[in-house]
């Protein structure tokens, strides 16, 4: 063998190969190509320096003495399923190829080898790992925008939620996400897509508030040309875009009657006809649903269908209004801080304790939302490297106030008394605003962790009575 020019996509290589003057022109040659490259002449050998090394590649002989290279071919597969096998024969068949490919090899080759043979079939198979793990670091990305990653939160509302989610997110079960407007439920759907095995299959959103009721069927189901006007030609569907992925139906309240019997049905029978057509499809969905309105009320009221509602009330999750988690709001800050100074170019380093104090304080209409335009724009306007309280909307500022409480009318009670209950209240909404983390609730009442112990204490506030009572 000669050496070939040198290839850009060098790699790590253990050749097994019991002929030794073969196995050293081997390893010279694919050296010369700029591989790194170690040797065994068994099988035995193969197995023990790959224990040692992840190899990237294989090239193995099949006829080795203690067993044969398909042996050695098994034990990759379920030992390091990355690595890439080229078996090599000097009596190939038809048939052994065959069976190689079958079983995981990436290629057989006839002795004896061809120089550049032989390098083409290392470069391609060192070309697929590079895929790999190109797809592999795309995957992590996406885990990391679209998966739990994306989805910031320590408090036990959001932890308990989590817990769920990764529990039923590898399932076919239907979800159904509850919450308010800019908490934060697309970003959830994303995540159940992402976290299971459909995550390299279609995600299709659909806002079924943002389109009238005659576009909207179409828009799910499809139409035939003329089924309507303006249809001038065939259109699919999403359900039939979202086939072996997952469709997220937001503000799924809004759906007409008409469209809710469609809706019932897909999830029945994973079937539906387009708009104007009567050619059935067969689609393999998961669906997830998201609404803030309260569908258990609309039910009763007639407005929703009670058999759909009971289908689509599967899984809920419940996504926590920010209010309900202000022990969050520092984190959330830092990320989406990190994210607008990436998009600007600012190099803002962070929000003022004040600053954070006052967003803490702030009631939040507009959830997580609002709280992302909140930071951008105190990033686009910062003029140094710290956001401080007058850097912040007017809106947020005005309609910040300390916790407190008016007292209860004062009758026969003695002051004392008729002070306990809404200070036992302001404890526990203060706690329950910094995620139970007792040391941030001092800080924001004013005092000390050991005078904050001794409040709970007195008025028998824990955090276990506390969650059985809601």
Known sequence: MTNGKS?????????????????????DYLR???HRIETADNCRDAISRMAEFPFQLVLSESNLPDQDGFYLLKWIRE?????????????GTIENAVEAIREGAFDYLTKPLIDEE???????????????????SLKAQLDQKYGLGSIIGQDYKMLKMFDLLESV?????????????????????????????????????????????SLLESELFGHKAGSFTGATQDKVGKFLQ?????????????????????????????????????????VDVRLVLATHANLEEMVTNGEFRQDLFYRINVITLTQPALRERMGDI?????????????????????????????????????????LINVVERAVVLAKGTVVDVDDLPESVKQSTQLIGATPARISAAN????????????????????????QNTAKMLGINRTTLYKKMKKYGIEFEKQMLST
């Open 7 to 27: 290839v850009a996509n060098q790699g790590s290589l253990l050749v097994v190969d019991p002929d030794r003057q073969l196995l050293d022109a081997l390893a």
């Open 32 to 34: 010369g190509l700029g």
């Open 79 to 91: 030992n390091a399923p990355e690595t890439s096998v080229i078996l090599t024969t000097e009596f």
């Open 118 to 136: 032989l390098r083409f079939a290392v470069e391609r198979a060192l070309g697929q790992q590079k895929i790999i793990e190109e797809n592999k």
């Open 169 to 213: 997110a590898d399932t076919r079960t239907t979800v159904l996400i509850l919450g308010e407007s800019g908490t934060g439920k697309t970003m959830t759907a994303r995540a159940i897509h992402q976290l299971s095995s459909r995550a390299d299959k279609p995600f299709v959103e659909v806002a079924c508030g943002a389109l009238p009721d």
């Open 242 to 282: 979202a086939d072996g992925g997952t469709i997220f139906l937001d503000e799924i309240a809004t759906a007409s009657p008409s469209l809710q019997v469609k809706l019932l049905r897909v999830l029945q029978d994973r079937e539906f006809e387009p708009v104007g057509g009567s050619e059935t499809h067969k």
């Open 330 to 370: 520092p984190l959330l800050v830092d990320r989406f801080l990190q994210e607008f100074n990436e998009q600007t170019g600012k190099k803002v380093e962070r929000f003022s304790e004040d600053a954070l104090n006052v967003l803490q304080q702030y009631d939040w209409p507009g959830n997580v939302r609002e």
């Open 415 to 438: 002051l004392k008394s008729a002070l306990a209950a809404p200070e036992r209240e302001i404890i526990i909404e203060a706690l329950e605003r910094n995620g139970w983390n007792r």
